[in-house]
């Protein structure tokens, strides 16, 4: 299971994406992706660990973190939570700002490091979404109406973040170095999540895609915010963690099919990022099913 250029896709007959989730998966660790829809997340209840490159982030109650276009993310939940979750499809903010947003601007809100602004006028608006997204509607009529009670808010929670809450951007040619970089990126994301069950390695992939092993590797931390080996794992570690959970496979043979090449790899990986034996996590998950 390979995570890298994610697509988004919309429904319901809005511009935009919006949705909550409850954890499922406590502890799962989500491997590092990254869209062109902005991402806004509103922590209702509980926390959420938010990495943005190397970075992490653990939002708390009432905190909101805006991911940017094309910034590399991955979450984790360590708890029970209830989160907010607003995707505005890159054109549509290009469009609102009049082609302004990812050239000239772009939006800088985390309240888990910026503690000095007001905020409650943008928690109290998205309070008010929380509660439409769990409205029943009985007709078509009552759909639509509910929707544009959406965007109202939606459109207030912009109109916020557009006066208060951006950054200038003053170097187009970095932005265009960026995501002519980051589609280089997607490729070799994309072979790794093709080829993970092989022995592939850092010199491997430097080679197929033409690169010094050096350079490559510099190349891979700096946009992906963690090495070359730790994404490879951490993809490794997803599919082993799937397999685990949800069916009847040994783990050695787990470590074979997730590529992991034997027991004592999965092991050492899964240890690292759960803090338990893979045979004690999946008893006490067992245990509070």
Known sequence: MAYNHEIIHIEDGLPIKIFDFHALDLDRYIPKHWHRSVELLFCQIGSLNVWLGSKLYVM???????????????TQSLENNHILVIQFPFEFLRHVTMDRYYTKIQFDINTVVQTQSDYHSIQEELDKLFDLLHNRVMSETDLITVNLKKMEIVYSVLTTLFQSHCEQLTNDNLLKDQSKNLKKLSEIITYIGKNYTENITLVSVSLK????????????????????????????????YDKFMNNSEDISTISLTSGFGNYRNLYNAFYETYH??????KKIRQQKL
């Open 60 to 74: 708390k109650k009432g905190d909101i973190v805006v991911i940017n276009s094309n910034v590399v993310h991955a």
């Open 209 to 240: 895609f033409n690169y010094s092993t050096n350079y490559f590797s510099r190349f891979f931390r700096k946009y992906m915010g963690m090495s070359f080996t730790q994404y490879l794992r951490s993809i490794r570690l997803d599919d082993a």
């Open 276 to 281: 338990v034996a893979p045979s004690q996590y």
